[in-house]
C-alpha cells in the first residue's frame, strides 16, 4: 500500500514507535482521515505488546557461561536473548498448549513443527484482522460460493466454509493471505454479540503426519489446530475460553473432516 507516500514500512515503523520527527507527524495525519488504517497500526501495537509480555522476560535472564566471561557486556547479552526470543516463538507454542485428543489418532509433535508454526501464523493472522471493523475480509459472506471456489482454486483443492450457526457463529467472509510456501486461506465468523473467530487453512502438509485437536495459547489467543491429509486447520478465537473454543472446532471438524 501507497499512498501520499505513507508506505507499509511506516506504518510498522509508526506502530513499533520506531518513527520520529516529520515522517511520525505525517504519518500522524495521514491516519487522522483513515479511521481503518489507524485501527489496523492500533491492531499492530497490540499484537507487539502481547508478545513483548510473553518473551521479554527472557532478557533478565542470567547470562550463559557458554556466551562469554565477565568480560561480556550485559549489552550483548540483551542482543542474544532478544534475537533468542523471536526464534522461539513458533516453538513456544507447543510447550505452552495443552492438549485435546479425539478417538485415538493423536500424534505427537516436536517443538517448532509445520503444524505448530501453523498455529502461530494462525494466532497472528487472528490478532491483526480480527479487530477490522469496515474492511475484515476481502470476499463477504454475500458471495460465499465465489469466495470457496476461489480460495479452492488458489489452494489447488476444495475447501469448504463450515456452517457454524448451530455453535453461535455466522459466517462474515475470508481472504487470501500469503504462507510459508503458498498461500492461505483465512475465514472469518462472527457472533451476534460481535465476538469474532477465524480459520486458517493450509493445503501444503502433506509431509506431516495426521494430528487430532491440539491446543495453544499465543497472547490472548487461543487456537485449536489439526492436520488431515495434506490440510492444516487452525480456529482462532481472542474471547472464548478453551472449552468453548473446542466446541466451535469440533463443529467445524465434524464437517471438515467426515467419517
Not at 501507497?2 to 495521514?30: F, H, P
Not at 492461505?184 to 473467530?197: E, L, N, P, T
Not at 487430532?212 to 480456529?235: L, M, P, Q, S, T
Amino acid at each position: 500500500m501507497s499512498d501520499d507516500n505513507v508506505t507499509d514500512s511506516e506504518l510498522q515503523a509508526y506502530a513499533d514507535a520506531r518513527l520520529a520527527g516529520e515522517r511520525a507527524r505525517a504519518v500522524e495525519a495521514w491516519l487522522a482521515s483513515r479511521p481503518d488504517d489507524a485501527e489496523r497500526v492500533q491492531s499492530y501495537r497490540r499484537l507487539g505488546e502481547e508478545l513483548r509480555r510473553a518473551y521479554d522476560p527472557v532478557l533478565d535472564e542470567p547470562l550463559p557461561a557458554w556466551l562469554g566471561g565477565p568480560r561480556t557486556s550485559r549489552r550483548r547479552w540483551h542482543l542474544v536473548a532478544r534475537v533468542a526470543s523471536w526464534f522461539v516463538l513458533g516453538a513456544a507454542l507447543g510447550a505452552i498448549g495443552g492438549w485435546y485428543v479425539r478417538d485415538s489418532r493423536t500424534v505427537s509433535a516436536s517443538r517448532g513443527d509445520a503444524a505448530t508454526v501453523m498455529a502461530y501464523r494462525a494466532a497472528v493472522a487472528h490478532a491483526v484482522y480480527s479487530p477490522e471493523v469496515r474492511h475484515p475480509v476481502e470476499v463477504g459472506a454475500d458471495q460465499e460460493a465465489h469466495l470457496v471456489a476461489w480460495l479452492s482454486k488458489r489452494l489447488g483443492t476444495p475447501l469448504r466454509a463450515p456452517k457454524l450457526d448451530s455453535v453461535g457463529y455466522s459466517l462474515v467472509g475470508g481472504r487470501l493471505l500469503p504462507g510459508d510456501s503458498g498461500p492461505v486461506a483465512h475465514f472469518m465468523y462472527q457472533s451476534d454479540k460481535g465476538s469474532r473467530i477465524t480459520l486458517y487453512v493450509r493445503s501444503d502438509m502433506s509431509g506431516n503426519r495426521e494430528t487430532a485437536f491440539r491446543y495453544a495459547r499465543e497472547g490472548n489467543v487461543g487456537v485449536f489446530y489439526w492436520i488431515d491429509n495434506k490440510i492444516g486447520y487452525a480456529i482462532s478465537s481472542s474471547d472464548l475460553t478453551k472449552d468453548a473454543l473446542f466446541a466451535v472446532a469440533n463443529t467445524a471438524y465434524q464437517q471438515l473432516n467426515p467419517p
